[in-house]
């Protein structure tokens, strides 16, 4: 079946520090991939995502290239924020033997970022 | 747009009872998935509601129950409840088929067995 697999944490980081948070995965077909932050408290957000190899996802100054080749999905930030610290799930969505789309996760990175 | 609105957000129940949690799915969503979170592990899939049938479920045994009403709207039950069924259940919707361009998740409800 599809799998995420995830660095574990936690990653410490100061602030305005380069963030890489691997990510690799097994899947069966085409999968598109995300990844989710999750703050305090509160549910998942989705933050990027990529549908075909090679994309780029972006937002809030994070990225993520699917690379088909090494079945891989880093996400990257070139300077972290105090406002960053959180928990990060890699995804993949793809078609199951079922007939729907199904979303598997990772089991999180978390990330804090001191001052 | 609203976003996806569960209820309660905490629930403290008994080993053995039953427990029912809703969910609102965001306007112009017809599909609504219910994960399980355990402390510090990802979200784990339990079941997907589309036009009212359950078209996808996870490996959890048939005490986890959903409904999915006309307003797209959904139901997450749960019967003869297990100290391991404490948890975080995260309700996430989409259109059918969105999943693969990201779902829009609830806060979430906090179950905690005793």
């Known amino acids: 079946g599809n799998s995420v697999t995830q660095m574990e944490g936690p990653v410490t980081l100061s602030e305005e520090a380069f963030l890489t948070i691997n990510c690799t995965y097994t899947?069966?077909?085409?999968?598109?991939l995300f990844w989710y932050v999750q703050y305090p408290g509160e549910g998942l957000q989705l933050l990027l995502k990529?549908?075909?190899?090679?994309d780029k996802g972006s937002n809030k100054g994070f990225e993520a290239t699917y690379r088909k080749e090494t079945t891989s999905f880093h996400l990257e930030k070139g300077s972290v924020q105090v406002s960053d610290s959180a928990v990060y799930f890699c995804?993949?969505?793809?078609?199951?033997?079922?007939?729907?789309?199904?979303?598997?996760f990772g089991t999180g990175t978390k990330l804090q970022v001191i001052p | 747009e609203t976003g996806v609105t569960q209820s309660p957000t905490h629930l403290i129940k008994t080993r053995g009872q039953q427990v029912t949690l809703r969910c609102s799915s965001q306007?112009?969503?017809?599909?609504v998935s219910w994960y399980q979170q355990a402390l510090g592990q990802g979200p784990q899939f339990i079941f997907q509601?589309?036009?009212?049938?359950?078209?996808g479920r996870g490996n959890f045994p048939p005490r986890f129950s959903g409904l999915q009403f006309p307003n797209y709207s959904s139901e997450l039950n749960v019967n003869a409840l297990e100290l391991d069924d404490s948890a975080l259940y995260l309700c996430?919707?989409?259109?059918?088929?969105?999943?693969?361009?990201?779902?829009?998740f609830g806060s979430g409800t906090r179950l905690t067995v005793v």
């Open positions: 996430a919707s989409s259109l059918k088929g969105g999943a693969n361009y990201g779902y829009t």
């Open positions: 899947a069966t077909g085409y999968p598109s």
């Open positions: 990529a549908t075909k190899a090679d």
């Open positions: 995804a993949l969505s793809d078609l199951s033997s079922g007939g729907y789309q199904k979303v598997t």
């Open positions: 306007s112009g969503h017809n599909t």
């Open positions: 509601y589309y036009r009212e049938e359950e078209n």
